[in-house]
């Protein structure tokens, strides 16, 4: 808890380029860290768990806030956009519905206009509401640093709780989303206690593309079950080649199940969770199905 | 302790202000500026005591560096009223009598202003979605919704 309590001694720098962000970082080492919409980071400088005596404030980077579609060539949104710019955005709307469902998620609504979908993979926390997505949507995470640029695939970013495979000096730039394809649709879901306003104890997203009724390819993505978010390739093979339909959504749920190696906590059990793995897989396949058969399902809220 | 300046437009007023590098916008707002309307609860994003709207963004001012307000837009609850007085939200805030011990209502107008300029005719549930991240110990929340759907029809 936070109440009354300054942040450690600290100086924020506000960059105009990439190339001055990565200096800053990699002059300031181990103690210096990205801010982007501050609401993980700045509650970690406040609660002193970690020394952090540089923040690098990157939304005065063009390429950080930027939300660009094209419909040959997908969807490209800097790493710092928050939330609300996402559900805000039309483009985004029509092409990637589980975008939204996870943007509307986090937090509240002062929290979306800050929190970005950067910052959730970059804190790489194995509950993050956005990473299950990214990774079933196919997201490659742009990284520049003191050694250029390079792209790594979401479901590889995470290398345990709040690590990833970030060096000294390198940052993210933005996050690519491939163009949608005709039959395909994507659902995340979580479960938490309450609407909103809570860490997942389990949450889920999958994709799904298909050839009338058959399964042509399948994504399914677990988190908050295991150190990093989990993409479930037996689950996704349960699935290619046969029609969407309860048996193969069922085999399917089994897969995630048998996958997910979650902990005991205060937010709940094993076999919660492994439970929940199932039924989510259920869920968030039935309605990406749905979507990609062209119904609407809307994502939770009035976004 | 390092200071720097920082350049804001607060509740209308271009102005600059000194402030410790590691404050945050709640911080700075309240004992830099003086504008205490603005509430700490809980300090870490979860209460919405703190929320202001920065360039257009509800946001909740513990999780925002003073820092990043140079150059920005920034509205706090001192500023709602117009010099007609209370607008509308304000008024119905009074007579649904949605505060009690009014720790949260400069969040709670602030959040609602903010929602009411995104969504001029929100529905309960809008409403209420909106407004989660603003907690109130004292109302059960009915009459804080009740006053803002009435603002809204005004
Ligand atoms: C009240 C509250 C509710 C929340 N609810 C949820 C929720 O429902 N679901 C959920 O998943 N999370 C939730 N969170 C956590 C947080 O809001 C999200 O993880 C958010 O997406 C973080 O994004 P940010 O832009 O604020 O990141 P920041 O706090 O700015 O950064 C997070 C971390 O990533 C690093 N970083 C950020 N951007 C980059 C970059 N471009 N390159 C390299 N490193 C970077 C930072 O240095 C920091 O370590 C909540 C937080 C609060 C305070
Ligand atoms: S004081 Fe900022 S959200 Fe509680
Ligand atoms: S009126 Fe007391 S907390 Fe809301």
Redesign the interface.
């Known amino acids: 808890?936070?109440?009354?309590?300054?942040?450690?001694?600290?100086?924020?720098e506000?960059p105009a380029t990439i190339q001055e962000a990565v200096q800053l970082l990699n002059d300031g080492g181990d103690t210096a860290k990205v801010?982007a919409?501050?609401?993980d980071v700045?509650?970690i400088?406040?609660s002193r768990r970690r020394t952090i005596d540089l923040?690098v404030?990157v939304?005065h980077i063009p390429e950080l806030t930027a939300i660009e579609w094209d419909p040959g060539s997908g969807l490209t949104i800097g790493a710092a956009a928050?939330c609300?710019e996402l559900y805000g955005n039309a483009d985004i709307n029509a092409n990637y519905p589980a975008i939204i469902d996870s943007a509307s998620l986090i937090?509240?609504?002062?929290?979306q206009?800050?929190a970005s979908f950067g910052g959730n993979l970059c804190n790489s926390s194995p509950s993050g509401d956005t990473i299950p997505t990214q990774i079933v949507l196919e997201a490659t995470a742009n990284i520049v640093g003191p050694g250029g640029e390079r792209s790594v695939p979401v479901e590889d970013f995470c290398t345990g709780p709040g690590r990833n495979v970030l060096e000294q000096g390198e940052f993210l730039v933005s996050l690519h989303f491939p163009a949608p394809e005709a039959g395909g649709g994507a659902r995340f879901l979580r479960f938490i206690p309450r609407?909103?306003?809570d860490i997942a104890v389990c949450n889920a997203a999958s994709a799904v593309k298909l050839d009338g009724d058959t399964v042509r390819w399948a994504r399914v993505s677990l988190g908050a079950v295991a150190p990093v978010p989990l993409l479930v390739q037996e689950a996704a093979d349960a699935l290619v080649g046969n029609p969407l339909n309860d048996d193969t959504i069922a085999a399917a749920a089994e897969a995630s199940r048998n996958a997910a190696s979650p902990i005991d906590d205060m937010r709940g059990s094993i076999r919660q969770r492994k439970h929940l793995s199932a039924v989510l897989t259920t869920r968030t396949l039935e309605q990406a199905g749905a979507r990609a058969r062209g119904e609407n399902v809307p994502s939770?809220?009035?976004h | 302790m390092a200071n720097q300046i920082i350049s804001a437009t607060i509740n209308d007023e271009p102005m600059e202000f000194l402030a410790d590098t590691r404050d945050s916008l709640l911080e700075a707002l309240r004992e830099r500026i003086g504008l205490t309307g603005t509430k700490e609860g809980c300090n870490d994003g979860n209460c919405g005591a703190c929320s202001v709207i920065m360039d257009g963004r509800l946001v909740n001012s513990c999780l925002v560096m003073a820092a990043e307000a140079d150059g920005a837009e920034v509205t706090t609850v001192e500023g709602l009223a117009t010099e007609d007085g209370l607008i509308p939200l304000q008024q119905t805030f009074l007579e649904e009598a949605a505060l009690q011990c009014g720790i949260c209502t400069p969040g709670f107008l602030v959040a609602s202003k903010a929602l009411l300029d995104a969504n001029p005719n929100p529905t309960e549930f809008e409403a209420r979605y909106w407004l989660a991240g603003n907690l109130c110990r004292c109302t059960g929340y009915d009459k804080i919704i009740r006053a803002v759907l009435r603002a809204a029809e005004a």
């Open positions: 808890m936070g109440k009354g309590k300054r942040l450690q001694a600290l100086t924020v506000r801010l919409g501050g609401t700045i509650v400088a406040r923040l404030d939304k928050p609300y937090g509240g609504t002062g929290i206009g800050r609407n909103e306003m939770v809220g009035g």
